[in-house]
């Protein structure tokens, strides 16, 4: 139990364009999804919080009109890099916690986003 | 906010041999100390995790140790093997506000388990 769908893995686009990234929960509802960036040989920096049907919740420096978050169902995160230029390059990864555990974070396996 | 530190880095055994990583958190509100394992180009995977009112938790090979005095928690793993060898992250929960809980990882330890 507690699968984490996250796609794509990958996608390649270039500068200028938008890019949505969706993570699912498979088995189970998550109110909570948290987004993750992290760069090569590094940890992982805490993007946002997600919860179902409200605003997200963002870190200190993260854009939130660069990176939209929608969780519109008990199942379903968006993230959508906008305007993506060749800094935003990088392995994002999602995570969602289930009700009853609301500590617990199971990942996806990230999309790593290369722009051009 | 929550710190974590972990270490090594780095760590190379023989296959067969015990690897322990060791982490410290600054906040003691910290309630709950996941361990995650990394793949590269994969996401994290949970291998173990204990809670602040538990000293030691054990999983086959895989055992985690907490002192909350000293703030600090460890990963052990005992008779690794080569399909160990991967990135470890430690991480920290705090509450966060409303029912959301926040994890403070570690910046990882890249272990190799030569054959």
């Known amino acids: 139990g507690a699968v984490v769908s996250q796609h794509p893995s990958r996608v390649i686009c270039k500068s200028g364009t938008s890019v949505k990234i969706e993570c699912r929960s498979l088995?189970?509802?998550?109110?909570?999804m948290f987004w993750y960036r992290q760069f090569p040989k590094k940890s992982l920096m805490l993007m946002a919080t997600?919860?179902?049907?409200?605003?997200?919740?963002?870190e200190q420096g993260v854009e939130k009109d660069k990176f939209l978050i929608n969780h519109a169902s008990l199942t379903l995160s968006t993230l959508t890099v906008t305007s993506a230029h060749p800094e935003d390059s990088s392995f994002y990864i999602c995570?969602?916690?289930?009700?009853?555990?609301?500590?617990?974070?199971?990942f996806g396996a990230g999309t790593r986003l290369s722009v051009l | 906010g929550e710190n974590v530190e972990q270490h090594p880095s780095t760590l190379s055994v023989q296959e067969g041999d015990s690897a322990v990583i060791k982490c410290t958190y600054s906040?003691?509100?910290?309630?709950?100390f996941p361990w995650y394992k990394q793949e590269l180009g994969k996401g994290p995977q949970l291998i173990i995790d204990?809670?602040?009112?538990?000293g030691e938790k054990k999983d086959q090979r895989i055992a985690v140790t907490l002192n909350k005095t000293a703030k600090h928690f460890s990963l052990h793993i005992t008779e690794t093997q080569p399909e160990d060898s991967a990135v470890y992250f430690c991480?920290?929960?705090?509450?966060?506000?409303?029912?959301?809980?926040?994890?403070?990882f570690g910046k990882g330890t890249l272990l190799t388990v030569n054959p």
């Open positions: 995570s969602a916690t289930t009700i009853l555990a609301k500590n617990i974070q199971y």
């Open positions: 088995d189970f509802q998550a109110t909570t």
């Open positions: 997600s919860n179902e049907g409200s605003k997200a919740t963002y």
């Open positions: 906040d003691s509100a910290s309630n709950y």
């Open positions: 204990i809670r602040s009112n538990v």
């Open positions: 991480a920290a929960s705090l509450y966060s506000g409303g029912s959301n809980y926040k994890l403070t």
